[in-house]
């Protein structure tokens, strides 16, 4: 079953097939159609598990990494992201440490995280991107939640605290690390693609957001290249590719991968020449979008209203 923003994205992926060809059409495809029932079925068994085990209520179950970013290979693993309500009895004890629950299920290749709601809120007060992509996953593991009014309140408010500012600072800095590693032993002409594939990710998120002064809808990578000005019309250097057909051509390179006994990760061949053309365009959009982030002052943090939806979740989820 595919759910209201899975439905939207699936739309989208339609009418992008009637101008960019088949290719982009079913790589999309396959990303929306997700997991297998087995396989969903035994996630929402274990969050049951989770939710029993340690007297909480789990109010949003998301995916927070390649499948999440539609950039999934066949042997992905899947990074499980999600909030949980404690008891008040809970959040009144003294000496409480622990505002996270973490469970590896290492033979179904899924990790489980999630955020009680005390941590999740004060770092949604500050804007934080890593829980900005759970809000905007486009894949959403609780089906009929009946926690969606909460989860809609939640959304409203990430729009309410959202700092250009920090987000901005957040996915040039990614951006710069995962640079650094995409070659392999400095050799220009083979660079890793899940790596480049990821600092473009961060480029195009910085793109949406100094555009349109939000968060993007969606985390899935395809949506950010087909949304992307600055790649429609910039040619790669000697090629008839657009920079845009070449990041789709990237990100199926990825998706079609299947490690072996001597590749057990992906990696783009290209002269230095073009090694070179990507590295200077990469390093001007960083810096771009540092100097707008330096520029802009940061709003100071509402904790009081924050606060309050805080205490009033916690008193309804504990009746």
């Not at 390649?66 to 000496?95: H, K, M, Q, W």
């Not at 709601?117 to 829980?131: A, E």
């Not at 693609?193 to 969606?218: A, D, G, M, Q, W």
């Amino acid at each position: 079953m595919i759910d209201k923003q899975q439905f939207i994205w699936y739309n989208i992926s339609i009418k992008i097939r009637q101008r960019k060809g088949k290719m982009l059409y079913l790589a999309t495809l396959k990303t929306i159609k997700g997991l297998k029932m087995n396989k969903q079925e035994l996630i929402t068994k274990n969050l049951k598990e989770i939710e029993n085990k340690h007297n909480v209520k789990i109010i949003m179950a998301v995916d927070n990494g390649s499948n999440a970013y539609g950039c999934a290979s066949p042997n992905s693993d899947i990074d499980l992201r999600f909030l949980y309500v404690e008891t008040i009895e809970s959040y009144l004890r003294l000496g409480r440490e622990k505002d996270t629950t973490e469970v590896i299920d290492e033979e179904n290749n899924i990790e489980y995280k999630g955020f009680s709601l005390d941590k999740f809120m004060k770092l949604l007060s500050k804007s934080n991107p890593s829980i900005l992509e759970w809000i905007n996953s486009p894949i959403n593991y609780l089906k009929e939640s009946k926690y969606e009014n909460i989860t809609k309140e939640i959304k409203k408010l990430s729009l309410e605290y959202f700092s250009v500012k920090r987000c901005l600072f957040h996915y040039t800095g990614n951006a710069l690390t995962d640079f650094k590693k995409i070659t392999v032993e400095n050799n220009k002409t083979r660079t890793n693609t899940k790596k480049l594939l990821s600092v473009f990710r961060h480029l195009l998120t910085c793109e949406y957001i100094v555009r349109e002064n939000k968060y993007p809808e969606t985390t899935d990578l395809a949506y950010l290249i087909i949304q992307s000005k600055k790649f429609k019309e910039l040619k790669v250097i000697d090629s008839d590719l657009t920079y845009r057909e070449f990041l789709i051509k990237l990100l199926e390179t990825k998706k079609n991968f299947i490690p072996s006994e001597t590749d057990k990760t992906s990696y783009l061949t290209m002269s230095e020449k073009e090694y070179d053309f990507h590295y200077k365009l990469i390093n001007n959009l960083i810096d771009e979008y540092r100097k707008v982030a330096e520029e802009l002052r940061d709003k100071a943090i509402d904790f009081k209203r924050i606060n309050e939806f805080y205490i009033k979740w916690v008193k309804e989820l504990d009746k």
